[in-house]
């Protein structure tokens, strides 16, 4: 989609620091962090959100999350992260390009605000 900034960002055409890229997702360190680790993992297919993502998306779907899961692993926060999806106005939600936050390296709260 030409007027999404997470789309951009895949493009290279807005800089980001991108942790983790394949196929299908691409990774990027959010800009105001949140905890030490504050990851923003996206599908490739521009999605607006959970609540428009349709059966076909299923498998991308998890596909984040299995992204998380290998970071976790890979920044040694396996002890305690969190993934967030914000879904509307109301939750915070600020993109309308699907993404999943990967939240850790800290102690959390629960429940979250
Ligand atoms: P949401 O509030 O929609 O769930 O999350 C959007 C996230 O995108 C926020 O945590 C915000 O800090 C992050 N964000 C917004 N604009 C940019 C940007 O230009 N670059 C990066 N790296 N993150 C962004
Ligand atoms: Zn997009």
Known sequence: MTDCLFCKIIKGEIPARKVYED???FAFE???PQAPTHVLIIP???VRGLKEAQVE???LIG???LVAAELGR???IEDGYRTV????PKSGQ???HLHLHLIGGREMKWPPG
Not at 85 to 88: A, D, F, I, K, Y
């Open 94 to 96: 600020s993109v309308f």
């Open 44 to 46: 490739k297919k521009h």
């Open 63 to 65: 596909r984040l999350h």
């Open 74 to 76: 890979r920044r040694g």
């Open 85 to 88: 999806l914000n879904v509307g």
């Open 57 to 59: 998306d299923a498998e």
């Open 30 to 32: 959010d800009i105001d």
């Open 23 to 25: 196929a299908h997702t």
